[in-house]
């Protein structure tokens, strides 16, 4: 066996340990909660003199209430990130035994769109929902940072530490929204670029009219490229009609089941340790109403938790299986998957570094959450990265 395949195998392995260990745990406290037992010791004497002490076990009652949650999302059903979504639900309902139902909608099916889905939650709407913070990239800089950016991050391990280097900033601000974080859910590999006529090079993007969000639409806008965002359901239609000359939307699997391919052949690929627009991000935070959260009992809040992490493993396993498959897909379909020169990987350094230090000028939770990221890419062995990261950093007195 390869070094590479030994290493592969390794993690697969580490993976199914760590679902099962959480599984377990969680599983322990809902049994302690939900059908534990009630230990009475009672002493039988005769006079003064102790004859025996007997033990008697009794079921404590098991709590009866149930609850019925409606759960937005902003993908289509035919999204593989619209699985993990449905698993999770599963998940919970079977390690709750059934006391928490809940209800799985597709984008805009509850009558907002998805840049809503926060203040719906906030608000009650909807008791529980799933955020791609992008979308509020323009109202909050660490929404930005957390959402789809440039950077090195191309797998699921380094993905989940660094989300647990700026978890408390992120949790901050989501709860500064009106809602109570969870934990990290939909995991998304570095995405690809799909377009209607070929590409080769960041400087053919030129006045090229793209799909984009986030920060992910501040790096195209500043490579030359006009940027529009537009939710799912409007993709295949803007492609068709020329309406956009490209997109980014998310990896081989998701694109191809919303039929891109149809109308897009040609795809930029990911190059490792570069990426391009986004490295490996978090596309969805699972976020609950904080009414609804504080009426949980704590066993089932453990349930969900830990129904969240283990979607967010069998998520990545997903995606990275159905990504294998689904490039193959493309090029049967008569793509052209091309990656970009290696003059243009230390542009993306770049141009994403320069986006990294502009948002950390807009808050100081931005600038915290920006250094973390400095000295998390540092630590990982990202240094041509870091050391970019660093020197302007320091440079706008930001160190």
Wanted: charge should be neutral.
């Amino acid at each position: 066996m390869s070094s590479a395949a030994a290493k592969t195998l390794g993690k697969t392995a580490i993976v199914l340990i760590f679902i099962i260990v959480i599984l377990a745990g969680a599983l322990v406290g809902v049994l302690a909660g939900g059908l534990g037992q009630q230990v009475t010791t009672v002493t039988v004497t005769a006079g003064r003199q102790q004859v025996t002490t007997v033990t008697v076990t009794q079921p404590v009652e098991r709590p009866t209430e149930t609850f019925r949650l409606r759960m937005a999302t902003f993908y289509l059903a035919g999204d593989p990130a619209f699985d993990v979504a449905r698993t999770f639900a599963r998940l919970v309902e079977i390690m709750s035994e059934g006391r928490v139902k809940i209800e799985v909608f597709q984008a805009g099916e509850l009558g907002f769109p998805v840049t809503e889905i926060v203040d719906a939650t906030a608000r009650g709407v909807v008791e529980i929902a799933i955020f791609y913070t992008s979308y509020l990239a323009a109202q909050d800089p660490v929404f930005a940072l957390a959402g789809a950016k440039t950077g090195p991050l191309s797998d699921p391990w380094e993905l989940l530490l660094y989300v647990r280097a700026v978890e408390d900033i992120v949790n901050a601000t989501f709860r500064k929204w009106g809602v109570v974080y969870v934990g990290p859910m939909i995991y998304g590999e570095p995405e690809i670029l799909v377009f209607r006529s070929p590409i080769a090079s960041l400087d053919d993007l030129k006045g090229k009219i793209m799909r984009a969000s986030g920060l992910s639409a501040v790096f195209y806008s500043r490579l030359g490229a006009q940027t529009v965002m537009m939710p799912a359901g409007e993709l295949y239609t803007a492609l068709q009609l020329g309406t956009v000359d490209g997109l980014e939307w998310t990896d081989y699997a998701a694109n191809y089941r919303l039929g891109f391919h149809e109308v897009a052949k040609h795809v930029i690929a990911p190059t490792k340790g570069y990426n391009l627009h986004s490295e490996a991000a978090i596309h969805a935070f699972l976020i609950v109403n904080p009414q609804v959260w504080g009426k949980l009992p704590e066993d089932l809040k453990t349930v969900i938790r830990t129904a969240c992490y283990a979607a967010y493993w069998y998520g990545a396993e997903l995606v990275s299986k159905l990504n294998r498959e689904f490039r193959d897909k493309w090029i049967a379909a008569g793509a052209k998957i091309v990656e970009l020169p290696e003059r243009d990987l230390h542009r993306i350094v770049e141009v994403g570094v320069r986006i990294h230090v502009d948002y950390a000028k807009m808050s100081p939770e931005a600038k915290a959450y920006v250094q973390r990221i400095s000295a998390f890419w540092r630590t990982m062995g990202y240094t041509e990265w870091a050391s970019a990261l660093e020197k302007a950093l320091a440079a706008e007195g930001l160190t």
